[in-house]
């Protein structure tokens, strides 16, 4: 049986029981076969934008999944993004290890296709706070959210469903900001590592603060005083855990 990491075993967790399922950029194959071999899905498209990626979960599946018949309902397709899949194929499709401003294009591509997906378990890489906003700006709500760890960062997994109504979305505590910056279901749990994850952002921001600090100009002024806004925004955030 093939073991995942922490962070790809907690987007897997998402998958309910009996999904058809899109792994969007599925590198080396290894939330497909995991499902399949755990019965969790008997129907999975494997998409990657790249051949190599395939060739590579091609040799996993001769690994974990030696029998053919036994990898029946996973299939493997190049292409970019949700051109993967067509419309009502599948009812959860994964994004995950990519950036959050690409994700938002992936969606914004096709939204007839994009509706006719129920759920989407999204891992970005980096811009969460402007990928959640472009999220609940544009029909979605964001159902849930976990931490993971994988090497020496922890990562945020979102699952998010469509809207009802505009009115339908997340209910965010304080400003804009920081209803973007930190997930409020990672702080209404707490997530276990949730303190853990804004100290090391905060920890990032004082040292943006510290490198600004050694220049006049006029950039690195506000360089340092927005790292110092943002410090003290976070410092706020955590202060909402186990309220």
């Known amino acids: 049986m093939i073991r995942l990491s922490e962070r790809l075993e ?7 029981l009996g999904d058809k399922v899109a792994d969007i950029g599925t590198d080396h194959g290894y939330i497909p076969i995991y499902l399949k071999q755990n019965g969790i899905s008997s129907y999975i498209i494997a998409g990657d934008i790249n051949k190599g990626p395939l060739e590579k979960m091609e040799e996993n599946l001769d690994k974990h999944i030696p029998d053919h018949k036994d990898r029946e309902g996973i299939i493997m397709r190049l292409g970019s993004g949700l051109d993967v899949i067509e419309r009502g194929e599948v009812d959860t499709a994964v994004i995950a290890g990519m950036g959050g401003l690409l994700m938002e294009d992936i969606l914004s591509a096709d939204w007839e296709k994009t509706r006719s997906v129920k759920r989407f378990i999204l891992q970005p890489r980096n811009a969460q706070d402007k990928l959640r906003k472009w999220l609940l700006e544009n029909g979605f709500s964001i159902v849930d959210e976990i931490l993971a760890r994988e090497s020496r960062f922890v990562w945020e997994i979102l699952c998010v469903e469509h809207c009802e109504s505009m009115d339908a979305k997340s209910k965010y505590f304080g400003t804009e900001d920081e209803q973007y910056e930190v997930g409020q279901h990672l702080i209404k749990k707490p997530d276990p590592l949730i303190r853990e994850f804004i100290s090391n952002k905060i920890g990032i921001e004082r040292k943006i603060s510290e490198n600004a600090g050694r220049s006049d100009s006029a950039d690195a002024v ?15 955030i955590i202060s909402n855990v186990n309220r």
């Open 10 to 16: 907690k987007i897997a967790g998402f998958i309910s």
């Open 222 to 236: 506000l360089q340092k005083k927005t790292a110092e806004d943002k410090i003290r925004m976070l410092e706020g």
